[in-house]
């Protein structure tokens, strides 16, 4: 079992940035590939960002690619998903979770054994 713990998110305007971090306790972060997804109000959770336990390798989604970057630092059990530019459309609750497949899988919520209880981030025009 892992336990993920997401902090970091708030109100913000857009064009502003924002880290979000999810913190792991329980086991090894290093033994998972992480990856991040979003909850609009009224929406299906959707993929965000993931990278794989080295992190050797990320992979985003079209709407956020070229303004968010997935991290991560396995000595303090941690992954980071620094947002910059943001807009109003990337107001959400943050959900951070753990998989051990990477693939075309880590695309899909299905794919992930372990969800943080998430962090809201709220963009104004």
């Known amino acids: 079992q892992v336990q993920l713990v997401e902090s970091g998110g708030g109100w913000v305007q857009a064009g502003v940035s924002l880290r979000l971090s999810c913190e792991a306790s329980?086991?090894?972060?290093?033994?998972?590939?992480m990856g991040w997804f979003r909850q609009a109000p009224g929406k299906e959770r959707e993929f965000v960002a993931a990278?794989?336990?080295?992190?050797?390798?990320?992979t985003y989604a079209d709407s956020v690619k070229g303004r968010f970057t997935i991290s991560r630092d396995n000595a303090k059990n941690t992954v980071y998903l620094q947002m910059n530019s943001l807009k109003p459309e990337d107001t959400a609750v943050y959900y951070c979770?753990?998989?051990?497949?990477w693939g075309r899988g880590v695309v899909t919520t299905t794919s992930y054994n372990f969800w943080g209880r998430g962090t809201q981030v709220t963009v104004s025009s």
């Open positions: 990278i794989n336990w080295s992190g050797s390798l990320t």
């Open positions: 329980g086991r090894t972060l290093s033994n998972y590939h």
């Open positions: 979770a753990a998989t051990s497949i």
